[in-house]
């Protein structure tokens, strides 16, 4: 009988000491997990900031060249007769050859 129980109580250290090693197991492998998860949301963030920061660069640029074909637009404009005055001289040109 004596036998027996510290049988018994060998096979309960045993069953608790596996029981301990599986919850190490699942712990490590849950922090495994978090670090990857984490991991991969500083890395998102990265490429997303990243993305971001040349989208700006890139709406800087694209406006710096709006700019200025406006303002070419305006210098032409300004030293080209009005539309109004080339019809008016292409209608006496006209007369005249008449």
Do not use: C
Not at 17 to 30: C, M, S, Y
Not at 63 to 68: A, G, I, N, T
Not at 80 to 86: A, R, T, V
């Amino acid at each position: 009988m004596k036998n027996k129980r510290k049988w018994i109580q060998k096979k309960k250290a045993v069953i608790a000491q596996g029981e301990t090693r599986l919850l190490v197991f699942w712990l490590i492998g849950i922090a495994v997990v978090l670090v990857l998860l984490v991991l991969l949301f500083v890395r998102t963030q990265k490429l997303k900031n990243k993305i971001h920061y040349k989208n700006l660069i890139i709406e800087t640029k694209q406006k710096e060249m709006l700019d200025s074909i406006h303002y070419a637009k305006k210098i032409q404009r300004a030293h080209l007769p009005s539309e109004q005055y080339i019809s008016k001289k292409l209608e006496e040109l006209a007369k005249k050859n008449k």
